[in-house]
Each structure stands twice: as structure tokens, then as C-alpha cells.
């Protein structure tokens, strides 16, 4: 990964700035950056081999370009491709954003799943509108998904969830996500009870488990470039067919 890059500047050994005697502070001098700003800049992005991306050569609509840039995505060795950021806004319109799975995407759309009662289940119930952030290093891609959000039925998120492992079936029964938490030994009483449901009753039913569908409106495909001429190809929905413009990097 670049940011491991071999052949990166090493970082700068810690300094002691509480130690400098103010005899030798030069006032005109610009401060120095600190050892946290140093180990910053020395990180790289794009420090790989980037594939091209042709957006004359692209699909009509942006489903079967995310199918393939997610198998491509895979082949290329990305670490964990199905995750992605989920930013929701609350009724005030105050945003907040973090990681989730990739449950399916299809014609309905992006399919994700959560608790109804967490941060994010009660920002969709009072704005359901979303957006979805996938970043795959490995050949410098993102892609941007936003759209209404709708809720699948009951039935549907039961069986996503019975479909997965007992890991996830306990992580659904112990519930109250996003909850204040009054100490970590409640969270370990609850989830050794909520393993052995799910191994005694691999059908139990976690009511709060929802299916998400996020059915875009906007999806961009980024393909990043080393001399920074960066690709942006926006898909836009135009009644029923979907409309393809590049944009600015
Ligand atoms: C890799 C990864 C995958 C995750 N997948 C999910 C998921 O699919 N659903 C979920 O509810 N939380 C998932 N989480 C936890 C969320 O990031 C978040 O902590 C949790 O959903 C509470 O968010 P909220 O308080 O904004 O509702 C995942 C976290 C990580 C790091």
C-alpha cells in the first residue's frame, strides 16, 4: 500500500521542543512542524501502478461499471472492497458518516444493514437520503453513491441476516447499537447470551435489523491518475436513463 511505500522519506526522529532554550528561537523563522506533520507528509497516495480508465468505453448506466470495478477491485488484492462509508444527516441536517458492509447492489440499489434504532437508522428515518464512499487504494478508485433511501421489508432483512454467520445473528440480537453504554462487562453478559441464541436458534429473530436500499440518483467513478489528471465520470438519472458527464478533478 502506498502509504508503506519502501521508498517514502523515513519519518524525522522525535524532537524534544521543550527542551530548545529560547536564547536560540529565531522569531522570523516559520514554525516547525511537528512530528505528527511530518509523519503526514511523508505519507504518498498513488504511489502504485494505476490502471487507465476509458469513460468513452463505459456502460450506459453505472451498475454493471460498479460490478466490474468491484471485480476488479477484488482481483486486484483490495483489502476489504464490500466496506464503505455511509454518511446520513440528522433532522437538523447535521451530517455524520461511518463504515458499513455492502449487502448487495442490484436494479432496486445499494442494499446495506443496520439497527432502526441507531444514530444512523434514526438520521434515515427523519432524512431518508444517504450517501456511500468506497475508496480502493490498490488502483487509486472511489466511487460515490447518493440517493433516497427506502427501507426493505421486515421479511427481507430477517432473511439477510439468517443468511450470514452466528457472529452476525449475535451481533443483531444484543442490539441497543448506539446506545450509552454503562461499562463493558454489560456488553459481555449480553453478547455471551446473544451467542448462545444464535447457536440454540440460528431462525431467532433480531426485530430492529433493517435492509437498507439506497436507489442512486447520482454515481461517480474516480479513477485517480499519477500526474494528477484524475478521471471523474458522473453518472445522473435523467427519468429513466441515466446521463454520463467527466468532471473537473
Ligand atoms: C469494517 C466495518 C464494517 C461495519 N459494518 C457495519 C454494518 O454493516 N452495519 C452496522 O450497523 N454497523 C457496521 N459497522 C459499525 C459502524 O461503523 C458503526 O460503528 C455503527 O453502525 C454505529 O453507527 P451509528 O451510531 O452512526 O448508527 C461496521 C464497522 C466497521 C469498522
Not at 501502478?49 to 460490478?67: C, I, K, Q, R, Y
Not at 488484492?77 to 455524520?96: K, Y
Not at 436458534?201 to 467513478?221: G, H, N
Request: glycine share 6%; no cysteine.
Amino acid at each position: 500500500m502506498s502509504a508503506d511505500s519502501a521508498d517514502a522519506p523515513a519519518p524525522a526522529p522525535p524532537t524534544n521542543d521543550s527542551a530548545d532554550s529560547t536564547d536560540s528561537i529565531d522569531p522570523s523563522a516559520a514554525p516547525r512542524p511537528s512530528d505528527f506533520v511530518r509523519l503526514l507528509r511523508a505519507q504518498r497516495v498513488w504511489d502504485t501502478e494505476l490502471p487507465d480508465f476509458a469513460p468513452a468505453t463505459t456502460p450506459d448506466g453505472p451498475l454493471p461499471l460498479f460490478e466490474q470495478w468491484f471485480a476488479e477491485a477484488v482481483t486486484a488484492g483490495q483489502v476489504e472492497p464490500h466496506t464503505m462509508s455511509l454518511a446520513t444527516a440528522d433532522a437538523e441536517g447535521l451530517p455524520d458518516v461511518r463504515t458499513v458492509m455492502l449487502h448487495g447492489a442490484d436494479r432496486e440499489g445499494w442494499h446495506f444493514a443496520s439497527h432502526a434504532g441507531s444514530r444512523k437508522g434514526r438520521h434515515l428515518a427523519a432524512r431518508p437520503y444517504a450517501a456511500l464512499g468506497f475508496y480502493w487504494p490498490a488502483q487509486g478508485r472511489q466511487i460515490r453513491v447518493r440517493g433516497p433511501v427506502t427501507v426493505a421489508p421486515p421479511e427481507v432483512a430477517q432473511a439477510d441476516l439468517h443468511a450470514r454467520s452466528a457472529g452476525a445473528l449475535a451481533s443483531a440480537l444484543v442490539g441497543r447499537q448506539s446506545e450509552v453504554l454503562d461499562s463493558y462487562g454489560e456488553l459481555e453478559r449480553a453478547s455471551d447470551a446473544a451467542w448462545d441464541r444464535a447457536r440454540r436458534e440460528p431462525d431467532a429473530p433480531a426485530p430492529s435489523w433493517t435492509v437498507y436500499v439506497l436507489d442512486p440518483d447520482e454515481v461517480e467513478f474516480f479513477q485517480g491518475d499519477a500526474r494528477r489528471r484524475h478521471v471523474r465520470l458522473t453518472y445522473r438519472r435523467t427519468d429513466d436513463t441515466w446521463r454520463k458527464d467527466l468532471l473537473w478533478p
